[in-house]
C-alpha cells in the first residue's frame, strides 16, 4: 500500500506574513488562493516583479514597519501608526523623528539592552554549574 504525497498549502495571509508583505497589496489571485510550499519557495527564490515592488516600495505590514522603525509592533500602536505605511512614509517618518518615535526607539533600546544583561547573567550562572 503506497500512500499519495500531498502538497502543504497554506492560506495567503500565511504566504503573504511569510513573504514580509501586506496581504492586501498582493495581486487578487495570489489573496484568492492557496499556496503551497513549493510555490512559496518560488516566490523566495525568484520574486515576481509585483513582489520586488512590494518589498520595495510598500505598502509593509506592522512587523515590517516596526522593524524598519526600530521599534515594537507595541509601540507603532502607542504612536497611532495602525495601518500599512509605504518606504516613502517610513522615511519620512524617521526625518520628521515625532516626539513617540524617540520615546518608542528609546524604550526599545532599553529592552535590548536588558535582554543582553539577562542573557550573560544566565551564561554566567551557568558557567558556575558546570
Do not use: M, S
Given at each position: 500500500m503506497t500512500s499519495q504525497q500531498t502538497a502543504q498549502t497554506m492560506k495567503p495571509a500565511t504566504a503573504?506574513?511569510?513573504?514580509g508583505v501586506?496581504?492586501?497589496?498582493?495581486?487578487?489571485?495570489?489573496q484568492e488562493g492557496v499556496v503551497s510550499r513549493t510555490?512559496?519557495?518560488a516566490l523566495q527564490a525568484d520574486p515576481p516583479e509585483w513582489l520586488v515592488e512590494l518589498?520595495?516600495?510598500?505598502?509593509h505590514p506592522r512587523p515590517v514597519v516596526a522593524s524598519k522603525l526600530g521599534v515594537s509592533i507595541a509601540g507603532l500602536a502607542r504612536g497611532g501608526v495602525t495601518e500599512a505605511l509605504t518606504t516613502e512614509?517610513?522615511?519620512a517618518l524617521k526625518q520628521d523623528q515625532p516626539q513617540w518615535l524617540v520615546e518608542?526607539?528609546?524604550v526599545q533600546a532599553e529592552v535590548r539592552k536588558e535582554a543582553v544583561r539577562i542573557k550573560e547573567k544566565n551564561a554566567e550562572r551557568a558557567a558556575r554549574t558546570r
Open positions: 503573504a506574513k511569510k513573504l501586506y496581504l492586501q497589496a498582493t495581486p487578487a489571485e495570489f510555490e512559496l519557495n518589498r520595495h516600495k510598500g505598502p512614509e517610513i522615511e518608542e526607539r528609546a
